[in-house]
């Protein structure tokens, strides 16, 4: 028997210009109103907008076309431009499989997996980043998935807060200063005492925060590497907080130090929280990214959002599920940790791909070859005579001053294709003239010999 033929109408493609007067029609009498003005009725007169909005006459789509390159055109070419900025945010390599892993359609949702018979691929990649993120901290138990770094570590002050019954809270100078101010909105509807503890030398001053300490206070909060690049003595920091009953929390913006700094199991940390864009995420001008927070198994059931568990199903075959749901949707609103509900799937296949890819090895490799290129890139510079530097441990950021004005290293590097580094007065008016470098595996042997010559010449 021959097999009949099936004619499919060919589907209309979207067309560029708007409506015409007689779909409208359609339209409207479909809704049921006879008028495009019978419809906004019900929005106040005052408030719809009366005059004309001047827009620019229609144009076919190639002009459109034209004229939108035109405008493109004006902006740097960045990926022309190597950044020797970080300041939170790093461009490191992404391998080409994770961006492939990314590219599947089916990642593509902002679906939260409550349904774990239509979840697993996004469940098990919750599980296997909980466990690298586990195993890269040193703590029990991860939250894989929140906003970003910053609202992950004002999580953790919540949470300690709740666990100490204590509403005093010490940050450290030297934590990112968007952190301290995430800090500061989540607290606000609560009594707190916030206290900033100096730095010397660029690094948390010691002594400083022993003399500070009292009974009344919740937790610390310090960065390792902190905002200047300074790896923190953090075991002799945790020592000092545990002796008052204070939780220590430490946090971290650049992941990828995690490859080769102690860990938080060893440093006796309580929480430990960060941003894990370094793992296999572009900058994505400044997000999303993925914050993470990690702590003890006895402070558990005080975790804001949700993590993945493994079970088996009726068939005992290995599957996942969502556990600890501890936000206000999924259990009563007085015992709610938070109402962070955030997803961020489609970081977390970043994230899963990237490490697997990298492996122990491989990322601790190439956590070394950051560390070397940033103590490279800062000699040679100092060796032009055009900088000053302090000694301190760094990992693959460092602090510089120059000794022409910073406008002028600012433009001399831009003039070379290169985004210039961060301006620390703006932050620290006391720092002037001091510049901060991000070095990470972008930059080549010959890119960091080609700045240091940059200022040989002078600027």
Do not use: W
């Amino acid at each position: 028997m021959q097999t009949p033929i099936r004619i499919i109408e060919k589907s209309r493609p979207m067309r560029y210009i708007p409506l015409t007067e007689e779909e409208k029609g359609k339209i409207l009498k479909e809704i049921g109103v006879s008028s495009f003005e019978e419809l906004i009725c019900a929005i106040p007169e005052e408030i719809r907008v009366k005059n004309d909005l001047n827009l620019p006459q229609a144009v076919c789509e190639e002009e459109l076309l034209e004229k939108v390159y035109n405008i493109a055109k004006k902006n740097a070419n960045f990926f022309e431009m190597k950044p020797l900025v970080g300041a939170g945010a790093y461009r490191h390599y992404v391998p080409e499989v994770v961006k492939s892993v990314m590219a599947r359609s089916e990642f593509y949702t902002a679906y939260t997996p409550y349904q774990p018979e239509v979840s697993q691929g996004t469940l098990q990649t919750m599980f296997e980043v909980q466990t690298h993120l586990s195993r890269l901290t040193g703590m029990d138990v991860v939250v894989p998935s929140l906003y970003d770094g910053a609202s992950a570590t004002a999580e953790a002050v919540l949470m300690a807060m709740r666990l100490t019954h204590k509403n005093k809270i010490m940050l450290g100078a030297l934590l990112h200063p968007h952190y301290k101010e995430t800090i500061k909105t989540y607290t606000a509807p609560h009594d707190v005492e916030i206290m900033e503890i100096p730095f010397e030398n660029y690094l948390t001053d010691i002594n400083e925060l022993e003399r500070n300490l009292d009974d009344n206070v919740a937790c610390v909060i310090i960065q390792n590497p902190n905002f200047l690049g300074g790896i923190e003595r953090m075991k002799a920091i945790s020592d000092v907080v545990h002796k008052k009953q204070a939780l220590m929390i430490e946090t971290v913006t650049e992941s990828l130090s995690l490859a080769i700094l102690t860990s938080g199991r060893e440093n006796g940390i309580d929480m430990f929280t960060g941003e894990a864009q370094s793992f296999g995420m572009e900058l994505n001008f400044g997000g999303p990214y993925n914050g993470f927070l990690a702590t003890k198994n006895e402070f558990i059931r005080q975790l804001p959002g949700r993590i993945a568990g493994e079970t088996v199903d009726i068939e005992g075959k290995r599957a996942f599920v969502m556990t600890l749901r501890a936000r206000e949707q999924d259990i009563k609103r007085e015992k709610a940790t938070s109402n962070i509900c955030t997803n961020h799937a489609l970081n977390l296949f970043a994230i899963d791909a990237y490490l697997s890819l990298m492996g122990k090895e491989g990322l601790y490799e190439l956590a070394l070859l950051n560390a070397k290129s940033a103590h490279y890139l800062r000699e040679g510079l100092i060796s032009t005579g055009r900088f000053n530097g302090f000694a301190y441990p760094f990992f693959n950021e460092f602090v510089i001053k120059a000794k022409d004005p910073v406008e002028k290293v600012s433009e001399k590097l831009l003039q070379n294709s290169l985004i210039p580094p961060l301006r620390l007065s703006e932050l620290f008016p006391s720092m002037e003239n001091a510049l901060l470098f991000a070095v990470t595996e972008i930059f080549s042997r010959e890119d960091l010999d080609r700045i240091i010559d940059i200022f040989k010449e002078g600027v």
